[in-house]
């Protein structure tokens, strides 16, 4: 979908797309009016880009491109099974699938045959710089500058040779929770309509948290893991004492924590923040209990105790299971 807050007034089309952005900055104000107005403030006021500059992205050197996959080795091995299933989803002529890194720097491009030396015109191609720095507002730089999911559709874009293009990219977080890179698709075919945007927003994000999930697995493959949350998007390693060893984006937000502070899994959820060692105890025994089946000499026999003092913790605590004799 297109973010509305990216929307802008004054779209007279016999006013060229330079004047437009000059004259809908003329205000100083105005970068507090939407997020594309931030935007082309950015690029013309901080970067100092002229919005009808004919030069065309970019390239990376294939020395520095080749360094530069060299530090996303993790990110390329999780993203290509997703982006070869994104590929196939949206497969339509005019139609491009990108992996960028961090810095705005296309690793992965998925698309028809056909469209290969269309895309390569654009500067839609692996070695690309897209940053916000160089290009302006765009769909690969703004998402990582803002780091939300967005689209910048034709016109929305800082340099007048970019609007034939409708960008649509959504980040990638890495497990500690910072932007690792984004997954975009880009159109250059001039009948997309909001309809098809708004269904590549919700494919684009979808991509992106598969990725994520992947490169989280992938960190703590030994590790327990647990999620929470719509979909499980909030995940958790826990070690063999249910220490949080690492906790990814999604789960950071949505118990506003870290996993820097020996923070346990039960401490997290209870309400105070600290678990009772009195119900940690308590829980204990009632886990092992239901491991061996109610059998309380077995669950002793497990836990490295008597029977007896078995049976005084299980009244101290004030359990109410029913067990086996």
């Not at 507090?32 to 970067?47: D, F, I, K, N, V």
């Not at 339509?92 to 030396?117: M, N, Q, S």
């Not at 949080?244 to 020996?262: L, T, Y």
Request: hydrophobic share 40%; proline share 4%.
């Amino acid at each position: 979908m297109i973010d509305k807050s990216l929307a802008y007034s004054s779209r007279r089309e016999d006013v060229p797309h330079a004047e437009r952005i000059y004259n809908s900055l003329r205000d100083e104000s105005a970068s507090g009016r939407s997020a594309l107005l931030a935007s082309w403030m950015r690029s013309l006021r901080h970067y100092g880009l002229e919005p009808d500059t004919q030069r065309p992205p970019n390239q990376l050197s294939g020395g520095e491109f080749y360094q530069v996959r060299e530090r996303n080795a993790a990110l390329l091995l999780a993203s290509a099974p997703v982006l070869d299933r994104l590929a196939l989803a949206v497969r339509r002529p005019g139609y491009c699938v990108l992996l960028t890194d961090p810095h705005g720097v296309t690793l992965e491009k998925r698309c028809d045959v056909g469209d290969e030396d269309t895309f390569a015109r654009w500067g839609l191609t692996p070695a690309m710089l897209w940053d916000e720095a160089h290009e302006g507002t765009n769909g690969i730089g703004t998402c990582l500058a803002e780091d939300r999911a967005l689209t910048i559709h034709r016109d929305q874009h800082f340099y007048t040779r970019n609007t034939p293009l409708s960008c649509t990219m959504a980040p990638i977080h890495d497990p500690q929770g910072r932007v690792a890179g984004g997954v975009d698709i880009s159109i250059c075919d001039q009948e997309s309509d909001g309809r098809a945007i708004a269904l590549l927003s919700l494919v684009v994000e979808d991509a992106a948290r598969r990725i994520e999930r992947r490169l989280f697995s992938e960190l703590f493959s030994e590790r327990r893991i647990v999620s929470f949350g719509v979909d499980g998007q909030a995940l958790f390693a826990l070690d063999d004492d249910e220490v949080i060893v690492g906790a990814n984006k999604a789960a950071r937000v949505m118990f506003r924590c870290c996993n820097d502070s020996g923070v346990t899994l039960p401490d997290l959820l209870s309400v105070s923040g600290h678990e009772n060692p009195a119900h940690a105890a308590h829980a204990a025994i009632q886990r092992m209990l239901k491991r061996c089946g109610g059998n309380v000499s077995a669950a002793a026999r497990e836990l490295g105790i008597s029977r007896a003092t078995l049976h005084r913790k299980i009244k101290r605590h004030s359990s109410t299971s029913v067990v086996a004799p």
